[in-house]
């Protein structure tokens, strides 16, 4: 990837994008850590997906909304809190265990991770201007990318305050706003499907070939969130590790999608690596 230019469409000719999906997290290193971020790209990350949460007083951090009791062992809302008390927490590990990780600044993180890898800004959109006058400022917005449900608001702040940062609506069943979004002044690269069966509409070949033929990049969830609403027809990270790498992964690559997130940065590569399904 040459250092100082990025381009998800070219890019994309290279090989499969992967997402790693809050970094690289385990044993002690938390998710949403600088830790676990760099270690991601260790593992061959293209993109990494990051929390982006919002202090009482207006500072920017990386944090998970909601997630305070799991990750902190804490029983308040961070962005109820000022950013001088937050900076002095810090995470615990799966054994509920005070680590040496604290609450990672988004302009550190920005500073950190310029001109190496993508980066896909989760929670964008609870502080929309906020975060792109960051990013902005930091000279980064070709190594973002902010995804939504597509609605008339969503468009109409990318339109008047976001126009340049790349975008990718979040569609489950079908895709109805593709034509509109074509023709608007949104920076619209892609579409994230989401869906329960492998006969869906959102991945069959007359989809993918059309968002093809469009210019327009496919991303596919490995990920699961809860066991019970799948992502991507039950083709995923847990499906690939306890059932089958081509079942769960090899399906996805074989579909043609574009960009895979995972929790699995490392075997995910290593598996489409030796199944020659990386490279393009």
Not at 105 to 132: S, T
Request: proline share 3%; glycine share 6%.
């Amino acid at each position: 990837m040459n250092k100082l230019s990025f381009n998800l469409r070219e890019k994309s000719k290279e090989n499969i994008i992967v997402i790693a999906h809050r970094g690289a997290c385990g044993g002690n290193i938390p998710c949403n850590t600088m830790a676990a971020y760099e270690i991601a790209l260790k593992q061959g990350a293209d993109m990494i997906e990051v929390d982006v949460s919002c202090s009482r007083d207006g500072k920017l951090f990386l944090f998970h909304p909601r997630m305070e009791r799991e990750h902190l062992n804490l029983r308040k809302n961070l962005r109820w809190m000022n950013y001088s008390k937050i900076q002095k927490l810090h995470y615990v590990n799966f054994d509920d265990t005070p680590t040496q990780f604290g609450i990672a600044d988004f302009d550190d993180l920005l500073e950190q991770f310029k001109g190496r890898c993508y980066i896909n800004i989760d929670k964008f959109w609870d502080n929309p201007q906020k975060i792109y006058e960051t990013i902005k400022a930091h000279g980064m917005t070709e190594q973002m990318l902010v995804k939504s449900k597509p609605n008339k608001k969503v468009f109409e702040v990318l339109e008047n305050i976001a126009p340049d940062i790349p975008y990718m609506p979040i569609v489950r069943d079908n895709h109805p706003e593709h034509e509109k979004l074509l023709k608007s002044n949104v920076n619209y690269v892609g579409v994230e499907v989401l869906f329960d069966k492998d006969d869906s509409y959102l991945a069959s070949d007359e989809f993918i070939e059309k968002m093809h033929k469009d210019n327009i990049l496919c991303w596919a969830n490995a990920i699961i969130y809860d066991y019970k609403v799948q992502l991507t027809g039950g083709h995923s990270d847990d499906s690939a590790l306890t059932v089958s790498e081509d079942y769960g992964w090899g399906w996805i690559a074989d579909k043609g999608f574009d960009m895979i997130q995972t929790d699995w940065t490392m075997m995910l590569i290593d598996y489409l690596k030796r199944t020659g399904k990386y490279y393009k």
